[in-house]
């Protein structure tokens, strides 16, 4: 019952809170620091000349195992999930946590550069490929009787965790226009700091449970850990990059352009559509303080009277690891995790001033021996209204376990939230995840010297307002 009730409040309590795809957000021509997250070549030529995110906590789950049924849903029983009844032999499951918190960062146009720094906090969750009698056994634990004396295979199963700090910087600039052809590029430089990492990856492995004992007849994979030590001390470091590229096709020339410029009268030049490519999170963590990595090849034991074992840590569970294959285990004290590489490829088009239609993919580069985490892949198209001081989006997103979600973003006054599954909330529908984004950001239309001229050609709010300053004005 307690581990359900954690599970539970794991997969469903904390996406309440928070959620790391920020589809939506991340597309919009106002929210550069969360753009550049994306693809970091969004802070040349961004819509706002500074741009800073004061807070933001995203946080994503999903999964296929686990669900509210929608007969049954409260908010008071949020942690009283349920797993599936009709388990398929042959599917594979899955799950998936993402935690994002983006701490005070800013953005900053500069003629035809931009930059900025991003301090981040993340931390993710994935299995993949579970079998469903090892689901079975994970949910209800060894001692679910209905799967006892039978021989089960499982190979080329996955269950990993990391979590880390990182500072990083941008850089970006205009690097090709003329005629109605611009190309930005950019690049987000970020020195990581490890926090934890546990997981482990098998390729193959043949085992049986009894009432009193586990028999693993085969196991080839590798397990492993890194924790804080005593002293606080982390236990990785490392470096990562993201690097991108945008097209744009503009509207009117862009041959002798400069953003934030009286050379170009202060004014912007609108695009008919862009085409984005980024590639995300390459490099990865080295642990090697309070690390250990097992291998495990061709091994095999006998775990007798495992009812009575207590595992109450990763140091607990690996000496028991260590005491039961001992000779048959390879180990070393420090491995690399990286980082959850992929590749995005984002279609921004514009239908009328303030109404864009944008169609954003995620493919994750998953490493499976590795002990790096992944991202989950996703396809998401977003029609999206943009105003000088309000913003709405609607994503239709599609991930790799569930039918489409559909979410929302709304960002006024400085404050933005959304969700990219909130349906399930409205209407009578199980409950697989569910996620809220929220934040608090300060933006910065134009440059000191272009404000003026900003100010009296552009007020959609008040189209009045350039006849009252002319007035005012005599």
């Known amino acids: 019952m307690v581990k359900k ?19 939506g957000l991340a597309n919009s021509n106002y929210s550069t620091t969360n753009a550049v997250i994306l693809n970091p070549s969004k802070s040349a030529d961004p819509k706002m ?23 049954n849903f409260k908010l008071s029983e949020i942690a009283n999930v349920q797993p599936i009844e009709d388990f398929i032999e042959e599917k594979k499951y899955g799950f998936h946590l993402e935690l994002d918190v983006m701490l005070p960062s800013f953005s900053k146009a500069i003629n035809e550069y931009g930059f900025g720094t991003f301090v981040r906090a993340r931390a993710m969750v994935n299995g993949y490929n579970m079998p469903s009698h090892l689901m079975r056994f994970f949910w209800w634990g060894f001692g679910y009787q209905e799967q006892h004396d039978n021989q089960y295979q499982a190979g080329d199963f996955m269950i990993k965790s990391m979590s880390w700090l990182e500072v990083g910087a941008n850089a970006s600039r205009i690097a090709y226009q003329f005629n109605n052809h611009q190309v930005t590029a950019g690049v987000n430089v970020k020195r990581l700091f490890g926090i934890h990492n546990a997981g482990m990856y098998f390729s193959d492995s043949d085992y049986k449970v009894s009432d009193d004992s586990i028999n693993i007849y085969l196991l080839n994979g590798n397990f492993g850990y890194a924790m804080p030590n005593t002293a606080g001390e982390l236990p990785g470091k490392g470096w990562g990059m993201d690097i991108g590229f945008t ?37 990865g963590i080295k642990f090697k303080n309070n690390a250990v990595n097992r291998t ?8 007798r009277d495992y009812r009575t074992t207590e595992l109450s840590s990763l140091e ?8 039961r294959f001992g000779d048959e285990l390879t180990s070393v004290n420090e491995f690399r995790a990286a980082l959850p590489t992929s590749i995005v490829l984002e279609i ?26 992944s991202r989950l892949g996703f396809f998401a198209l977003t029609p999206r209204f943009e105003f000088n001081k309000f913003e709405a989006a609607f994503p239709i997103t599609l991930y790799g376990y569930n039918p489409p979600s559909l979410g929302f973003m709304l960002k006024g006054g ?35 010297s272009c404000k003026p001229m900003v100010e009296e050609r552009d007020n959609w709010w008040c189209p009045s307002c350039e006849n009252d300053k002319k007035k005012k004005r005599r």
Do not use: H
Request: proline share 3%.
């Open 5 to 23: 009730s954690i599970l539970g409040a794991i997969l469903f309590l904390l996406p309440l809170v928070n959620i790391a795809q920020q589809i």
């Open 49 to 71: 000349n500074f741009d800073m995110t004061l807070l933001g906590f995203n946080f994503f789950a999903k999964n296929n195992y686990a669900l509210i049924p929608k007969d």
């Open 247 to 283: 097209y744009k096709r503009t509207i009117k020339p862009v041959n002798r352009y400069i953003p934030f410029n009286k050379f170009s009268s202060c004014e912007q030049r609108r695009y008919d559509y862009k085409i984005g490519v980024s590639f995300l999170d390459i490099g």
């Open 296 to 303: 495990f090849d061709d091994a095999s034991t006998i775990w």
């Open 316 to 323: 607990g569970f690996e000496d028991e690891i260590t005491s």
């Open 348 to 373: 921004d088009k514009r239908f009328r001033n303030f109404f864009f239609l944008n169609t954003t993919g995620l493919l994750n580069i998953r490493r499976r021996s590795n002990l790096g985490v």
């Open 414 to 448: 400085g404050f933005f939230i959304g969700s990219n599954n909130f349906i399930p909330f409205v209407l009578n529908m199980n409950v697989w995840g569910s996620d809220v984004y929220l934040g608090f950001k300060y933006s910065i239309a134009s440059n000191k």
